[in-house]
């Protein structure tokens, strides 16, 4: 399918499912819905759906507006992805609370007394449900003392209200959206609220913070404590020290979630600070949700093996064989040493084992130690070369440039990259321990008469496979950059690159490691990756370039400018425009920064955030006729 074709089916797909799960009325999983927004965010990052707050207004209810915010969650749908959030947000604690599978409620308080109860709605204005609420568990309806202001909660059923008296609607959460918006109110004191969340009133003002809280909490902890000591029934919460203390939290909770009296799909993870700037945008940065595993069993850790790949070390959990999504698991991916010491592993640990979709599934968390478990040890000695190992904690690796795991590992990296076809591990390994192949340019010195020494090998076979090396000898520079094996350097990575000006050779070879962080997505350790696996590979770039040729790289009329796209636009998909940027040598940024070129907009005098950040920094404002002027120009 065009890959605009599937977005815009993602787009309408997600809308609807929104809807319906927003309403009490899901037609599909969780998980279901987790795979269409996560493949829609992979092709179109940009896409204005992310910023959306979802709605479940009803019809037949008064409308209210909020006190409070009420925007959507980011979620981390793993580890990985909750290390790379909480690496951003540098806090020194985490207050990590229930992430409730319930349905979203604003308590509003006047002088103490309970005036109105509002449903999460737009995010801005809700369904007032006042009189339903009124009969539900856990709802203050006077305060202990004068206070006015916003309380924010979760409406939810307890499992064993839902077993005896509606069991015939699908879960829990399906149970309560349907009798909180009952016009009679009938079955509203089946229902509880679980309380999370205050502001003061006045410190938000049509949904934007217009100043700081003088309230009776100073912080996320004495918030909830607050909401106690006023009677109401809140969300259990812990601090953890560290985002790995967070992981090992995480799966304990998993493997209790049946003791749970109501049901809850993850973790809400935030900073102890009360942040009321952040609470106000649609998708708060500075709290995500921590989704639990989908497919999730518990094992013991049993025994490790290191699975060497060039000169990187993985750590592979042998753990006791356990049932997951159909298939008997004995194996489990480790990920690299920060895993092993942030979850405190050892021999004899009972572990969270999970299954997204890989190969071999991964140890998501620690739950606790049996008697007699003992610590892992890590290799120190390449098996290759004997060289030391480095332990950067996301990586253990062999610092050897000559060391024969990489060069073969290069050599197997640059055969797949380019497709050559009929050099199978067997051929290649044996080329490899002859010494006839070393380096990457030795694939194209190779003769006929070379590979029929190998054992097997016929005259038809040798000269196909001559002919496969030699098929392609015009290369692409971001092709080239992506079959080195540089550590981190993919076909994604080697396009940003081409489309930040890194047009050559040369341009690569004269650049810093602070050119490279510039590009999005460049860290400071993958920019200096590339600054040493460039200098490392001179000798061996230089060798290569007498068989083979970069081709000419379009500079394009847009070479060296970088663009931002905000709004709508009337003649193509944003995520079309980007790919001209692209396409004709510029550079797409995703927000308003000192060095960008331009901003691209239908609509200059929105006071949207972007807007308002080019005017404060000068930057050119233009409309989208006027950009495509500029392609046109060439």
């Known amino acids: 399918m065009d890959k605009q074709k599937r977005i815009q089916e993602l787009e309408n797909l997600v809308k609807y499912h929104q809807n319906a799960y927003y309403n009490g009325m899901p037609e599909i999983t969780d998980a279901e819905f987790d795979a269409l927004w996560d493949e829609l965010k992979t092709l179109d990052p940009g896409n204005k759906i992310f910023s959306e707050v979802g709605k479940d207004s009803a019809d037949g209810f008064l409308k209210r507006e909020h006190i409070m915010p009420m925007g959507s969650q980011d979620k981390a749908a793993d580890p990985e992805e909750f290390l790379a959030w909480a690496q951003k947000q540098q806090f020194r604690e985490f207050v990590v609370e229930y992430k409730l599978d319930g349905a979203s409620l604003e308590l509003q308080y006047r002088d103490g007394v309970l005036q109105y109860a509002v449903t999460r709605g737009d995010g801005t204005i809700g369904d007032d449900i006042t009189e339903n609420v009124r009969k539900m568990q856990g709802v203050v309806l006077r305060l202990k003392n004068s206070w006015s202001g916003a309380v924010r909660g979760e409406v939810i059923m307890l499992k064993s209200i839902h077993s005896q008296f509606f069991s015939d609607k699908a879960n829990c959460r399906n149970a309560a959206n349907g009798v909180m918006k ?7 004191e089946h229902l509880s609220v679980l309380c999370y969340d205050a502001v003061p009133e006045g410190v938000f003002n049509k949904g934007k913070a217009v100043q700081q809280p003088e309230s009776p909490f100073n912080d996320e902890i004495s918030k909830l404590e607050w909401l106690k000591e006023q009677g109401f029934s809140v969300v259990p919460a812990v601090v953890c020290n560290g985002a790995y203390e967070v992981i090992d939290y995480r799966a304990k909770v998993v493997a209790e979630r049946e003791l749970i009296p109501y049901d809850i799909d993850g973790l809400v993870v935030k900073g102890r600070v009360v942040d009321i700037n952040d609470m106000a945008q649609p998708r708060p940065e500075k709290q995500i949700a921590f989704k639990f595993p989908l497919e999730e069993a518990v094992s013991t850790l049993r025994s490790i093996e290191w699975s060497e790949s060039g000169i990187l070390y993985t ?19 480790l990920v690299n040493t920060n895993a092993i010491n942030g979850m ?35 290799p120190e000695f390449c098996g290759q070369c004997n060289t030391r190992l480095i332990d950067e904690g996301t990586r253990l690796y062999c610092p050897n440039s000559s060391c024969p795991g990489k060069l073969y590992h290069r050599l197997e990296k640059w055969i797949q990259t380019m497709g050559i076809m009929d050099i199978g591990p067997t051929v290649l390994k044996r080329l490899f321990e002859t010494g006839k192949v070393r380096t990457i340019a030795d694939l194209y010195k190779l003769t006929i008469a070379d590979l029929i020494e190998i054992e097997r090998m016929g005259e038809i076979l040798a000269k196909k496979i001559i002919a496969n090396i030699n098929v392609k000898k015009s290369i692409k520079i971001s092709v080239l950059l992506a079959g080195l094996d540089i550590d981190g350097i993919g076909p994604l990575m080697a396009e940003k690159l081409i489309s930040a000006g890194f047009t050559t050779l040369e341009k690569l070879k004269q650049a810093t490691s602070m050119d490279f962080v510039r590009i999005p997505g460049f860290g400071t350790i993958l920019a200096e990756n590339l600054v040493q696996g460039l200098k490392e590979l001179e000798s061996t770039l230089n060798e290569l370039l007498l068989y083979i040729s970069i081709e000419q790289t379009n500079q394009g009329s847009l070479q060296g400018l970088s663009f931002c796209f905000t709004g709508e636009l009337k003649t193509m998909k944003r995520a079309e425009a980007e790919s001209l940027v692209r396409q004709y040598g510029g550079t797409v940024k ?17 006071g949207s955030s972007k807007n308002m950040q080019a005017k404060k920094l000068g930057i050119p404002v233009i409309s989208e006729d006027n950009f495509l002027l500029m392609i046109k120009s060439s």
Request: hydrophobic share 35%; proline share 6%.
């Open 182 to 188: 009952r016009k009679d109110g009938k079955g509203s």
């Open 315 to 333: 750590p592979i959990a042998l753990i006791d064989p356990v049932q997951l999504a159909g298939t008997v698991v004995k194996r489990a991916n």
């Open 344 to 378: 405190g592993l050892k021999i004899g640990s009972r572990v969270i084992v999970v299954k997204r979709g890989e190969i071999i599934p991964k140890i998501e968390g620690k739950i606790d130690d049996e008697p007699g478990a003992v610590s892992i040890t890590i």
């Open 590 to 606: 995703s927000s308003v920064t000192k060095d960008l070129s331009y901003l691209v907009t239908n609509d200059p005098n929105s």
